[in-house]
C-alpha cells in the first residue's frame, strides 16, 4: 500500500515564484541551479520531477565491463539507472 506525507503549503509571491523547502529538494534529488521539469495533470495538478542530468551516452559501455568480472542483476541495474538519473553517481 503506498503511503503518502503531506507536503506543506507554498505560497506564491506577487512576481509567481515558489520557494520549495529543503526536503522537497532533498527529496527530488535537486541541488541549486538543477532543472526540473512541470508535468501537467487532470483536475489542475501538477507533477514536478528533477530533470535527468548527463548524457545517454554516460552509460555506453558500462554494462560490459569486465573489471566487475560478473554481470549485474536486473535489480542492480534499475538501481543504478535510478541513481543516475537523479544525479547521483
Known sequence: MLYF????RL?????GHVTLPADVLEHLCVRPGDAL???????GRIELRARPTGKISDAFGYLSDKRRGRSLSIAEINKLTTLGWAGKR
Do not use: D, Q, R, Y
Open 5 to 8: 506525507l503531506p507536503m506543506p
Open 11 to 15: 505560497k506564491v509571491t506577487k512576481h
Open 37 to 43: 521539469v512541470a508535468t501537467e495533470l487532470p483536475n
